[in-house]
């Protein structure tokens, strides 16, 4: 049993606790945050071990998971001091890139990096991951696996690391669920009932899509026939600059991240 450490007890450190438990982990888990509210918060509700002092936790480590806003990197990575001995650790910084991570911490961290979801919270994460050249096929192995405890694990080049993290953020669902919804109680729908019509638009017509067999192209046709309330529905939306909206979104958020890049 190996024993994995967070810096950070937030909300994605409390997604993944989540989401290891219902996984049943076998990982000895321990906590480190600076806020003893969220570190007695999450021994209460995840019964794993805390540890205010950062060194202290650092020692107990087989894994790091360094799971801090990227503006904070630098600090906490600054007051780790001189490791002494090799260690793997995880940086699930946005936009922070393994280089820096690398400068920041000397040679005896060994860096991956990851992003996973919020929804491993329901064991139904994604998480991507990407290495270094010179990290060992065994200890990828196992920041494959750890994540693999909560959802479905993609690796990707760091290039396209930043790529990802936008767009495959749950909150495009809940932003346009919200939209979608809002839309249908201004048509004269009640909340409930709206909320109800654009959750099936969106998560179960996404789902046939992914555990189908047929493609998008053929269930859009399907969905949108010529002439119909779906096609005018769909047309004015694409009129009124729907992709545009989404592209202009996209890159904003990629800014933010080659920001993140430089702090």
């Excluded at 993944?16 to 076998?26: D, H, Q, V, Y």
């Excluded at 400068?103 to 270094?132: D, E, I, N, Y």
């Excluded at 009932?193 to 899509?209: C, K, P, Q, R």
Aim: aromatic letters at 4%.
């Amino acid at each position: 049993m190996s024993t994995v450490v967070f810096l950070g007890g937030g909300r994605i450190t409390s997604a993944m606790l989540a989401g290891l438990r219902l996984a049943k982990t076998r990982h000895r888990l321990v906590v480190h945050d600076r806020n003893p509210g969220k570190l007695r918060d999450l021994k209460k509700r995840y019964a794993v071990a805390v540890e205010p002092d950062l060194n202290r936790a650092v020692k107990q480590a087989d894994v790091l998971i360094v799971a801090v806003r990227p503006s904070s990197v630098r600090e906490v990575l600054r007051a780790l001091g001189n490791v002494d001995r090799p260690l793997l650790a995880v940086s699930l910084a946005a936009g922070v890139p393994l280089r820096l991570l690398s400068k920041l911490a000397g040679p005896p961290l060994q860096w991956a990096r990851a992003m996973p979801s919020p929804l491993c919270r329901s064991g139904r994460g994604l998480t991507a991951v990407t290495f270094p050249r010179t990290l060992s096929r065994a200890n990828r192995k196992r920041v494959q696996n750890f994540f693999a405890g909560f959802g479905q694990v993609v690796e990707i080049p760091e290039s396209k690391f930043d790529a990802f993290t936008v767009i495959y953020s749950c909150s495009h669902g809940y932003h346009a669920l919200a939209t979608l919804a809002r839309s249908g109680q201004a048509a004269g729908l009640d909340r409930n009932t709206a909320l109800l019509a654009s959750a099936h638009a969106l998560a179960d017509g996404i789902v046939a899509w992914r555990d189908g067999k047929n493609s998008l192209e053929s269930l859009l046709e399907e969905a949108v026939t010529p002439g119909g309330i779906a096609a005018a529905t769909v047309n004015k939306t694409d009129a009124a600059g729907y992709g545009r909206a989404v592209r202009q979104g996209v890159a904003a958020g990629l800014g933010r991240a080659r920001a993140n890049a430089g702090k």
